[in-house]
Each structure stands twice: as structure tokens, then as C-alpha cells.
């Protein structure tokens, strides 16, 4: 988190300081334009969010899902489900939230909304057939933490700064594109901080060209940690890690990608929606991107929590 | 210059004083929405019994003891008196249903009776809620007593009136047994 303001600052900073200011340090018009662009369409989402995501998903609220149930054992299931995220949110001492379906076959749960009284849970129904009660509370548990550390409003916040660095990165490469070609040329001789101000500029400049990916790098970085985190207190709230761990198992065996839930929502679900291979394997590269740890690794996170509670 | 030093670190003192007494009642106030919350709860299934009982009556009409042995331990747990009183006996009644339910298993055609199948999800909620509903007021009663018993608050807590919350305790021995289990399939 921080890493990523600092980095927003530098670029922003480089910005006004080299590509406005002409090398002088002045009021920094630019980065506060682009950090205000990115916030309004972060609010944006902020407040209405939750039902875009919700609806892009073909999510069906609790009741509509019970009454189109297929059969006996359906009404059951769903049944239970509503149970399930009752009993969490008693133990997570959190008002209920809004209980909805996803018609999909490939399991996985996403969470959504901006605080625990506008929030939203929903799993597919191939969760809801592939696993028993105890892994379905281990999985909405783990949704519930979402909810219960305010991951939804830090993802948003740190959406608006990824925003913001891309618009910075964007300005400048039309700027740099224009000065190269002989028009503008504003940079050729602000020479005026010499040998360190020359390092410097070089630096901005490979950051810059480099942001967009460094952003959604770091943003990623943040999104896996809240991973583990959910996963940890998601066993605080059932006392039940292995449950958890269980689940994981059975979402993993079944990698195939959640067609209904788009990129954007990714890293609000349980298991990444995409189905990239990357999510599976470790190294750097998988490391680097993917918007959470690899399933082995929470599982054993998991399991240790078990062996040592 | 003393005079204003004195008086700042006065200042200081209570504002601290005045965080620390905002917090506690926060804290309390939780604690008592907590054993509420169990109360509730306890009620849902004092609720959902007679039901239970009035569906499963018709196929285990030889288990009579066993049924009225449940809507005795009912009546006993509505009409308990303190927190004691009530932990034992609804473990007592915690016990009855658990009995209800193993015996249910032999019957075939309540086991696949859809009725019987979404009454037993609602007791299991209901007793997982009960659970989780102490587990709170437990979390929520220690953080409580922590915010009261270390150091600064200790010396100021009991002066602003606040008392240690009690821990739910499982009080009944048998509930604290690990249940016999006969696998020998002998009736």
C-alpha cells in the first residue's frame, strides 16, 4: 500500500516536475488532475459497484433462486446456503448481507459492496453442488472477512490510483511522442539539475513507459495478500480451517474458468475466476500476476493452522 | 509557565480519560447485544421444535419415550431462570435432540421425507448459530475485559464503573464429554 503511493507520487511528482514545470518544482497540477479523474470513476464504482457487478454476473437474488428451484434438494441447498451466511455473520457479529446465486456450473463465490451494510455475497451453483456444509461455511467465511476488513473499499481506492497512474503514463507518451517528433520539445534543455537531475529524469521516464504494468503488478500484490488474510480470518470465524482448506481443494480440481464473472471482479472472488494457468503453478512470473497465491500455498497456509490451533 | 504545563498535561489527561470511557461503553454495549443475539437464537429453536416433533410423530410412533423426553427438556429449558440455569439446561435439551436425530436414522422413510430433511437444516442452523452466537459474546467479552484490565485502564476502569463481562462457559459435564460412539450395529 504504501509502496504504491509512493510509486503514484513519483511518477506523479516526475510529471510536474519534468514534463510541466520544465524542471522546477511548481503547484503539481498534473498529478492531482489524474489522481481526480481516477477517484471519480473509482467512486463511481464505489456506489454503484456492487449492483454492475452483480448484474454482469446474471446473479439471481435468494428468493427468485428458491422459487424457479428445480426440485426438493434444490430448495434445500439454497436453503442452506441462506443459513450458512446467517450463522457467519452472527459469528463475524456483522449485519446479513444480500444472499445471491450465480447460474454457473464452475464453483466459486465472489463478495461485493462498499461496507458490511451494502454487501452482497454470492456463490455459483456449483459450489453449492460440490461441496458439503461445513466447506460451504468455510468458503462464505472467508467472503465475510472480504466484507469484514473493508477489502472491497481498498481494492476501489487502489482501482482509482492504478487509474490515475495510467492516465500520467498515457499523457506522456502522446508529450514524449510529440517532443520527438520536433514540435514540442519542451524537455531538450532543462538541463538545469544537473547529473543527478539527468538519473533522475531517465528513471521517471523508464518508470513511466513501465507504469501501467508496475501498477497492476503492485495492485495484484495487494489483492493476494487480502487473500491470505481472508483465508485466516475466515478459520477465525468457523474455528474450522481445514473445512476451508477442503473446499479450496475441490474448487481447484475444477479449474475450469467461471464464464459468468468478468476480469474486473476477479480478485473479489475465492478462487481466480479466469482460470489462468498461472493461478495453479508457482514461480516469479505467476508470482507477478496473478490476482491470488496459488492454491497450494493457502492450502497449506491453511493446514498448518489446523495442526497448530 | 508551570501553571500552563500543569493544566496541558490536565488537558491531556482528559481527553484520555474521556477516549477510554467512550470506548468501554462501546465495548459494553456490544458485549450486551451479543447475549442478546444468544437469546434470540435460543428462542429460534425452542420455536422450531414442536415442529420438528409434530412432522417426525407419525413415523416413529414406537419412539415415544424419546419424543417426549425432547418436548420435556423444551418446557424445562423456556422456563429456566439465569444464565446458569439456562446453560445447563439447554444443554440438556441440546442432548434430547441429538438423541432424536440418531434414532431418526432408522427410519427410512423420514430420512428421505423432504419436511424432515429441511427441519433438521434449520435445528442444525439453529444450533450452529447458537455457537457461534457464544463464540462472539466470548471474542467480544474478552476484548472487553482486555480493554478494562491492562495497563493504564485497570486504574481508572473500575473508578468509571465498569465491571469484567462473564465468559460463557459450557457448565454441564455431559455436554463437555465427547460422546460415546457404538459402531457394533447391535440394536
Redesign the interface.
Request: charged share 35%.
Given at each position: 500500500m504504501i509502496v504504491f503511493v509512493a510509486f503514484l507520487l513519483f511518477l506523479g511528482i516526475g510529471f510536474d516536475v519534468f514534463y510541466i514545470g520544465d524542471g522546477e518544482l511548481t503547484f503539481p497540477i498534473g498529478s492531482l488532475t489524474a489522481l481526480g479523474v481516477g477517484s471519480v470513476s473509482a467512486l463511481t464504482s464505489y456506489y454503484s459497484g456492487d449492483r454492475a457487478v452483480l448484474l454482469s454476473t446474471g446473479a439471481v437474488p435468494l428468493d427468485r433462486a428458491i422459487s424457479t428451484a428445480t426440485s426438493?434438494d434444490d430448495?434445500?441447498k439454497i436453503?442452506?446456503f441462506d443459513?450458512?451466511v446467517?450463522?457467519?455473520s452472527?459469528?463475524?457479529?456483522l449485519p446479513k448481507p444480500r444472499v445471491y446465486i450465480v447460474p454457473d456450473t464452475d464453483p466459486n463465490a465472489f463478495a461485493t459492496g462498499r461496507d458490511a451494510e451494502h454487501a452482497s455475497i454470492a456463490v455459483t451453483r456449483g459450489l453449492l453442488d460440490a461441496v458439503n456444509?461445513d466447506e460451504l461455511q468455510g468458503v462464505v467465511a472467508h467472503e465475510l472477512s472480504h466484507v469484514r476488513n473493508l477489502d472491497i473499499r481498498l481494492m476501489t481506492v487502489i482501482a482509482a490510483m492504478v487509474g490515475a497512474i495510467a492516465l500520467l503514463s498515457d499523457w506522456t507518451g502522446r508529450g514524449l511522442h510529440r517532443a520527438s517528433s520536433g514540435r514540442g520539445g519542451r524537455d531538450r534543455d532543462n538541463g538545469k539539475g544537473g547529473a543527478a537531475g539527468i538519473i533522475l529524469f531517465v528513471l521517471w521516464v523508464i518508470a513511466i513507459v513501465l507504469a501501467p504494468i508496475i501498477g497492476q503488478t503492485l495492485a495484484m500484490l495487494v489483492s493476494r495478500r487480502r487473500e491470505y488474510l481472508a483465508d485466516a480470518s475466515g478459520a477465525e470465524?468457523t474455528?474450522n480451517p481445514i473445512a476451508l482448506a477442503n473446499a479450496l481443494e475441490k474448487i481447484e480440481q475444477a479449474h475450469a474458468p467461471t464464464t459468468s464473472v468478468k476480469r474486473g471482479t476477479a480478485h473479489l472472488c475465492i478462487a481466480d475466476p479466469l482460470g489462468r494457468a498461472v493461478g495453479l503453478r508457482q514461480g516469479w512470473l505467476p508470482d507477478l500476476l496473478a490476482s491470488h497465491p496459488p492454491m497450494a500455498n493457502r492450502i497449506a497456509a491453511l493446514k498448518q493452522m489446523a495442526y497448530h490451533g | 509557565m508551570e501553571i500552563w504545563i500543569l493544566l496541558a498535561i490536565v488537558a491531556v489527561l482528559v481527553f484520555w480519560a474521556i477516549g477510554l470511557y467512550n470506548r468501554l461503553v462501546g465495548l459494553r454495549n456490544?458485549v450486551l447485544n451479543?447475549w442478546r443475539?444468544i437469546d434470540v437464537?435460543l428462542k429460534r429453536r425452542h420455536d422450531l421444535i414442536p415442529n420438528l416433533v409434530n412432522t417426525v410423530r407419525g413415523a416413529m410412533e414406537f419412539e415415544r419415550d424419546t419424543l417426549t423426553q425432547v418436548m420435556e427438556a423444551r418446557a424445562r429449558a423456556v422456563s429456566a431462570t439465569g444464565p446458569a440455569d439456562a446453560a445447563r439446561k439447554e444443554g440438556e435439551l441440546t442432548q434430547a435432540l441429538g438423541r432424536l436425530f440418531a434414532l431418526a436414522e432408522n427410519y427410512p422413510t423420514l430420512r428421505s421425507n423432504?419436511n424432515v430433511?429441511?427441519l433438521q437444516?434449520?435445528l442444525?442452523?439453529t444450533e450452529?448459530?447458537v455457537g457461534?452466537?457464544r463464540?462472539?459474546y466470548n471474542?467480544?467479552a474478552t476484548k472487553f475485559n482486555t480493554a478494562q484490565q491492562t495497563f493504564p485502564s485497570n486504574m481508572f476502569a473500575s473508578m468509571l464503573g465498569f465491571k469484567p463481562a462473564e465468559l460463557f462457559e459450557i457448565t454441564d459435564a455431559g455436554e463437555r464429554q465427547v460422546p460415546a460412539v457404538d459402531l457394533s450395529m447391535r440394536k
Open positions: 426438493d430448495t434445500l436453503r442452506q443459513n450458512v446467517e450463522e457467519m452472527i459469528a463475524a457479529g456444509r470465524l474455528r | 456490544q451479543g443475539q437464537q423432504e430433511k429441511m437444516e434449520e442444525t442452523s450452529n448459530k457461534f452466537a463464540q462472539f471474542d467480544i
